[in-house]
């Protein structure tokens, strides 16, 4: 799907990859809608790019995540397409951590439920137009996962599996459903300490922008190619080779 004189609503979009992508999105004609938890950052994003619409919610919370369906159906009913970016990670031990089962909790609600709920919600006003289009983010560690993410890559495999379902479901529809998977990428998610080989925001959505103009319903990104090649014929190595990146000092 060409993105362009859209609407479209992206979560987690007030930093990294969200705003990067709200930011090339709107020099291609689109209107672009963003929710984050936090108010200041929304307004941070904003004050960047004044064309931005806002929404504070917080998407690990069913209620609040209805009331931004709500909104979008009484303020934006011509929405196209809804971008499921939002996502936390916990980096952390799951035998050592006291408050675990908190945390899993959190990013199960957040990059699973989440998604799930807004995609339920919206789907009568997106199946209401001639082309319209679901967009889940995930990760090439839904191939091999990393063992510092004991939570994160399960939620993003879970996604990536639902998504292909829901592809067969919705093939007779007008909307589209479409998986983009990103590498490490240079974004506050890394809280400062991303992996060497993590390449920048701008070249990452770049990337995205041309899988979808060339319709493409699963797009890889960078190196995610090779880890998808390289899990198939050696899923071993994959997974110890993933699990060899440094993070930068």
């Given at each position: ?84 970016n939002a996502a936390i990670v916990h980096k952390t031990s799951f035998i050592e951590e006291e408050n675990i089962l908190e945390k899993v909790e959190q990013e199960i609600e957040t990059n699973f439920l989440a998604p799930i709920r807004l ?91 041309q899988g979808l103009d060339k319709n493409k319903s699963e797009i890889r990104i960078a190196r995610v190619k090779l880890l998808y090649t390289i899990s198939r014929i050696a899923p071993k190595f994959a997974l110890k080779k993933i699990n ?6």
């Open positions: 799907m060409k993105l362009l004189n859209k609407t479209v609503l992206i979560t987690g979009g007030s930093s990294g990859i969200g705003l990067e992508l709200s930011q090339q999105l709107l020099r291609r004609n689109n209107k672009v809608i963003i929710c984050g938890r936090s108010k200041q950052k929304l307004l941070e994003a904003q004050k960047q790019l004044p064309e931005l619409k806002i929404f504070q919610c917080d998407l690990s919370d069913k209620n609040q995540t209805a009331d931004l369906a709500d909104w979008i159906k009484e303020k934006h009913p011509e929405l196209d397409v809804l971008i499921n995609i339920k919600l919206l789907y009568p006003i997106l199946n209401k137009l001639n082309t319209s289009a679901i967009i889940n983010i995930t990760t090439g560690l839904i191939y091999a996962p990393r063992a510092d993410y004991p939570f994160y890559n399960a939620t993003k495999a879970a996604l990536h599996s639902f998504t292909q379902t829901l592809r067969m479901q919705l093939n007779m529809t007008n909307i589209e459903v479409i998986e983009v998977m990103f590498p490490a990428v240079k974004t506050p998610w890394h809280k400062g300490n991303p992996p060497k080989i993590a390449i920048s925001s701008q070249k990452a959505v770049v990337d995205m922008i060899s990146l440094r993070e930068e000092n």
